[in-house]
């Protein structure tokens, strides 16, 4: 099925260390955001590319950079996660231009900071 | 830029009570779609609503836009435990959604 992959799913890192999350979709969508959601609180958005075009929301920490090689896959690099990044982040797809911008969610990864 | 407001943050039902939740904006919008999250999961896109007043019906759940398309419903008619989970209204700001804060439902058997 066409479907929002995500991996991996829980990911361990150190205080400080760099971590690379990856997301790939299978729907052929021209957006990919990146979301931030941490307990009891809604998706707080990073970024999004429209297709090659890097979006980042103004309160985006630097430490946060995203990449996006082709239409399928988009990275999230956290150079150099605090305990406070410690939450599942989300990546989602969608098809702007359409007049129905539904997103589609991956399974999340839940990033964990020693 | 685009907000919304949505409440109420929590709600603790009997199983086989009635839920709602609400979601207010203080400007016109285009659209509002709804999203669910069980625990643990991720948000799952639930409807869109487009029309002003427009009412659509998915088995026990009903979603209301209202006529002045600044606010939007959606109710649950006589919860099931698989109803769990928190509810999120979202608008379309400039190519990208705007979440409300959610409703976490959570349901006694």
């Known amino acids: 099925d066409a479907m929002v992959i995500q991996n991996p799913r829980y990911q361990v890192t150190q205080f400080g260390k760099p971590v690379t999350l990856s997301c790939s979709q299978t729907?052929?969508?021209?957006?990919m955001y990146w979301y931030q959601q941490k307990s009891s609180q809604a998706p707080k958005l990073l970024f999004h590319?429209?297709?090659?075009?890097?979006?980042n929301e103004a309160d985006t920490p630097d430490n946060f950079q995203s990449r996006r090689p082709n239409t399928s896959f988009c990275f999230l690099d956290i150079r150099s996660p605090g305990l406070g990044d410690a939450a599942m982040y989300l990546c989602?797809?969608?098809?702007?231009?359409?007049?129905?911008?539904?997103?589609?969610f991956g399974p999340g990864t839940r990033l964990l900071v020693l | 830029g685009q907000q919304v407001m949505q409440i109420p943050q929590y709600q603790h039902v009997q199983e086989g009570e009635d839920f709602t939740t609400y979601c207010n904006s203080s400007?016109?919008?285009?659209?509002i779609q709804w999203y669910k999250q069980r625990p643990g999961g991720h948000p799952v896109f639930l409807i869109q609503?487009?029309?002003?007043?427009e009412v659509k019906k998915q088995k026990r759940l009903t979603f209301q836009f209202g006529e002045a398309k600044k606010n939007s419903s959606l109710h649950i008619t006589a919860t099931q435990t698989t109803d769990v989970g928190t509810y999120f209204c979202?608008?379309?700001?400039?190519?990208?959604?705007?979440f409300g804060q959610g409703t976490r439902l959570t349901i006694n058997p």
């Open positions: 989602a797809t969608s098809r702007a231009g359409t007049g129905e911008e539904t997103q589609y």
């Open positions: 729907l052929n969508h021209n957006v």
């Open positions: 590319y429209y297709d090659k075009d890097f979006n």
């Open positions: 400007t016109t919008l285009s659209n």
């Open positions: 609503l487009v029309k002003s007043g």
């Open positions: 979202a608008v379309e700001g400039a190519q990208k959604l705007v």
